[in-house]
């Protein structure tokens, strides 16, 4: 078992037996278990959660549609009416088990639930091993737009079990490896370098390059949880990305819908090529950061009308300041800098490298 302490919980790998979660559960004494999958996690992963517990607390589950547009009111609302209809109490533990949406979303209604109750995540993509599980930010999407209402609660444990990750398509997959890359981009020319010469893949090595990641954000947000400043540096790659997410998910895109990781993994390459141009971030590393992107993803097809409708979207970042938007850029790998204004005609020029390159 290999364990990672942060502000008040713990991150747990390599527990194949589920001792910890076990353990927590004895000494907490909940007076209800919660369970909280979406409908795919249910079908896959609640079984094997459920033949690890060794508990004889009364047990409940529920289940919320899969996918980014159940992250809303409605599915909270569902779950609020559940969690009282099934009289939880201050004393009963939320389990969120499955991805981002579900760490997400469990973690909002159960930091809202009587004031607040307990909870912990098991997070069973990627994406959310490496990023959404941990750091404590909880909360839902409004409308199209992505996690506007929300709370900064940590869970108590987050429980890391990559054998979920072997029923995981492989889209899914790819898009957890943008994070990845995010975070040797933000943090550290070694985890860069290890992550770029070895393919990420669902083997052996993965729970390494988990770890590492998650002891990049750990380290980030430990040192600002309020995210005044460093914080923001997780955001690199989001703010173009985030626009781009929502854009493609709406009704009047013409383009492919984008996951989350694969809006981030164009945002990183965007906000790469506007760290040469504004930064003098080096264009062979901007060409390292494309490379990366072709091993994972296909380029996606966007038109002007498309780029003007991101740009659009840009005002509701959450990162605006009076009005300007605020672009995390790179002056070389592992030194990001924040606050950065940047032209719409930049933007473009961005949009363009993105579109020609290979
Ligand atoms: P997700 O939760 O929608 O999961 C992706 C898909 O995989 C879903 O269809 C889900 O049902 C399915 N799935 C999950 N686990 C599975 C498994 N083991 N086997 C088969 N299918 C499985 O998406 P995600 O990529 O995990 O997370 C994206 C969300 O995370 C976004 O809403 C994003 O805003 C949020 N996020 C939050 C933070 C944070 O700090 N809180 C950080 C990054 C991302
Ligand atoms: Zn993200």
Known sequence: ???????????????????????????????????????????????????????????????????????????????????????????????????????DLGGFVASTFMRGI???????????????????????????????????????LVFVDTKYLETLPSEQFNSGVAEILKHGLIASKDYWSLISTSKILNDKSIERIIYESVEIKKSIVEQDPLEKNLRMTLNFGHTLGHALETYSNSKENKTTPLLHGEAIAIGLILAGFISTES???????????????????????????????????LKFDKKNVFGAVNFVLLKDIGSPVINQRVSNDLIIKAFEYYLDSK
């Open 1 to 103: 078992m290999k364990t990672i302490y942060t502000s008040g919980y713990q991150v747990i790998f390599n527990d194949p037996q589920y001792d910890s979660v076990n353990q927590y559960i004895d000494t907490l004494n909940p007076s209800k278990l919660v369970i909280l999958t979406d409908s795919n996690t249910s079908l896959y992963c609640l079984e094997n959660f459920l033949s690890k517990l060794k508990t004889t607390t009364p047990l409940l589950k529920t289940s919320i549609p899969a996918g980014e547009k159940h992250k809303n009111i409605e599915s909270c609302n569902l779950f609020w009416k559940f969690l009282s209809e099934n009289e939880a109490d201050r004393n009963s533990l939320v389990i969120n088990l499955g991805g981002g949406v579900v760490t």
């Open 118 to 156: 307990d909870y912990i995540n098991i997070p069973t993509t990627l994406l959310a091993m490496v990023d959404a599980s941990v750091g404590g930010k909880t909360g839902i999407d409004l409308g199209l737009l992505k996690n506007q209402i929300g709370l900064v609660v940590n869970p108590k």
């Open 279 to 313: 930064l003098g971030f080096s264009k062979e590393k901007l060409q390292e950061i494309t490379n990366q992107y072709y091993r994972y993803f296909n380029r996606i097809s966007l038109n002007s009308q498309d780029i003007k409708s991101v740009i659009d979207l």
